[in-house]
């Protein structure tokens, strides 16, 4: 069962066909997952173009990637000078998107934990949404192989984002999404500075106070089974220290319209 968070127009209304759409894959050190993402997003969605935005692995993957790129002209890889981090090789698979005309992203994880065969029900789902966030935590979704402290981190780090920023998504944290990019052109991408957790939890309040249509649909979402997490304390506490300011910040403007009031008297968001 999928949720719905906001609208940017009525539920009802067609949004524009998504004709292009771009998986963005961001890698650092995949080259012993590169090759299959890549290949069971052919699979599962032959129509979507594929762009590895590598941060210049030291293992190879960029090599590889062109190796794939060479021999299928959906699949196109973006070098980046060293590894800047997650939001950052998203930020500029969107600008590479974005520069090219597509209708729609899609943000992926390299690892295997995003399963490619669940991106045609994302992409069904995108068809009257702005957003759709793959959600480990919607009812119908199941998490593989993760261990409890893993489970309980994510589970209280998404009811926290939900309470702090009033922001109804069950899975704020998730990073297997479709974007349009009208969504992101109505945002101000250059703003965003975060990182892993807080990247997706920011692009989410951003979208969410942008009036976007968010829907979340179940996934099957499983650990790693080869190379190394990129998870570390300091990309938990980036996130819990970043949801904390973003709430006073907007419990701080909510009371300043609250106190000057608004022509519908309505309390807005800014």
Known sequence: MSGTVGTTRAATEPRPALRRVLVVIPTYNEADNVTGIVERVRRAAPEVDVLVADDNSPDGTGTIAEAMARTDGRVHVLHRPGKQGLGAAYLAGFGWARDRGYDAVVEMDADGSHAPEDLPRLLAAAVDADVVIGSRWARGARVVNWPLRRLLLSRCGNLYARLALGMPVADATGGYRVYRLGVLDSVDLGSVCSQGYSFQVELSRLAHRAGA??????????????????????????????????????????????????????????
């Open 213 to 270: 249509r968010i829907v979340e649909v179940p996934i099957t979402f499983a650990e790693r089974e080869r190379g190394a997490s990129k998870m570390s304390p300091l990309i938990v506490a980036e996130a819990l220290w970043r949801v904390s300011v973003w709430a006073v910040q907007d419990r701080r403007a909510a009371w300043r319209r609250g106190l000057h009031g608004t022509r519908d008297g309505q309390v807005r968001w800014p």
